[in-house]
């Protein structure tokens, strides 16, 4: 019994196929899918992606090489940076007081 069934599917798939309904039915498919702009907005991701993957490793490189700068002149010239001291709540209260935020 399944063999039957198989075999008429294959048989009613055969004639949808070759129809001229399922040419119509495909035409169809095809123009609304061109002609609605699924490919374009496909398109637009796609390079979007591209182009914002790229532009965050350049932005990574650069950020890694200033940082890199960065530590070596502060490790070359330590006399021009000198370290904080403690800092304690009473004077970071009145820097805070001093500029009052209306």
């Not at 899918?33 to 490793?57: C, D, E, M, N, P």
């Not at 800092?87 to 001093?98: A, D, E, G, Y």
Request: proline share 3%.
């Amino acid at each position: 019994i399944v063999r039957v069934h198989v075999f008429f599917f294959f048989i009613i798939l055969i004639y949808f196929i070759f129809s001229s309904f399922f040419i119509i039915y495909i035409y169809i498919y095809i123009y609304i899918f061109i002609f609605s702009g699924v490919h374009r907005q496909a398109l637009f991701i796609t390079v979007g992606w591209f182009i914002g993957y790229h532009l965050t490793k350049y932005e990574n490189y650069k950020y890694a090489t200033l940082d890199r700068d960065m530590s070596e002149y502060i490790r070359l010239h330590p006399e021009e940076f000198p370290e904080k001291g403690n800092s304690t709540w009473k004077s970071s209260r009145i820097s805070v007081l001093r500029f009052p935020l209306y």
